[in-house]
């Protein structure tokens, strides 16, 4: 993993993170609003991001980081906390 993609470990560094994370989410969150007022595909969509962003990984990070955090995110999926975090999300938009 290169200098800039090292996860921070300590106090402001991770609200710091935790901001970007934010910030990152909610410009991502719009575009895929954006892209489906458009009447783009869902399928078309993700699979956009999904490769976008494996791309960017791909530039930024080694195979080994790279297969954790999609290891972890398989992991999301399998224990249904990925979906519980959309009807969760669901709920609050409502």
């Known amino acids: 993993m290169t200098d800039n993609a090292q996860a921070p470990e300590g106090g402001a560094q991770q609200v710091e993170v935790s901001e970007e994370l934010t910030k ?15 009447n783009h595909a869902p399928l078309a969509v993700a699979s956009a991001l999904l490769g976008g962003s494996l791309g960017l990984l791909a530039r930024t990070m080694d195979k080994d980081t790279i297969l954790k955090i999609l290891d972890s995110a398989v992991q999301s999926v399998r224990s249904g906390e990925l979906q519980d975090a959309e009807h ?5 938009d409502s």
């Open 24 to 38: 990152c989410a909610m410009v991502i969150e719009h575009a895929i609003e954006h892209l489906l007022e458009e």
């Open 88 to 92: 969760a999300r669901r709920g609050h």
